[in-house]
């Protein structure tokens, strides 16, 4: 259970009180940007095991290197370029086991929320919208996902993903093309 002391406190004194062995403190920043991981996760891989290992992970590593988080932006980014480079790793990993066995893709799909299900139509549309993510190349994909669904803007995804805004704008741009014309064939 989450100390409610730490529901109103800053994040730079939950980091000191994590990295000073509080456990509690470190609950609450899970708890803080646990659904914003799971968002980016989900994007990028969809509503899979995978996912889940990889949202696991991330706050795994988190743990493991707060250490190193110097303040400079806030702590938000700091997970969310985590959260990135390991759902990236996972793709590339995913690629090199499936090339193993001579296969060009995973014939499955997984269905990730993108809002709620309510109503049939809803539930179909996030099932093609999932499809059309999930056949787009990861650096498009992770471009669309910061900027469409996590409401990232431009500057923030370039420093996020350690890319120039013009190759954000330009990744973004051939992004949404791409959608447009996979949702045309779906």
Do not use: C
């Not at 997970?79 to 690629?95: G, M, S, V």
């Amino acid at each position: 259970m989450i100390n409610e002391l730490y529901i109103t406190t800053e994040e730079n004194d939950l980091v000191k009180a994590s990295l000073n062995g509080d456990q509690n403190a470190f609950g609450e920043i899970v708890n803080r940007y646990q659904k914003m991981v799971a968002r980016t996760v989900k994007g990028m891989l969809g509503d899979s095991i995978f996912a889940e290992d990889v949202g696991q992970e991330v706050f795994i590593n988190l743990y493991h290197s707060l250490s190193e988080f110097r303040g400079e932006a806030k702590l938000s980014t700091y997970i969310q370029k985590i959260a990135i480079n390991l759902t990236l790793n996972e793709i590339k990993r995913r690629k090199r086991f499936f090339s193993m066995f001579s296969q060009k893709a995973n014939n499955e799909m997984y269905e990730f929320e993108i809002a709620d299900h309510d109503s049939e139509e809803k539930r179909e549309a996030s099932e093609i919208v999932n499809k059309a993510l999930l056949a787009m190349e990861p650096k498009f994909r992770a471009i669309l996902t910061m900027r469409m669904l996590q409401g990232y803007s431009t500057k923030e995804t370039a420093k996020i993903l350690r890319l120039p805004i013009g190759t954000v704008l330009s990744r973004l741009s051939r992004a949404q093309e791409q959608i447009r014309n996979i949702l045309k064939k779906l």
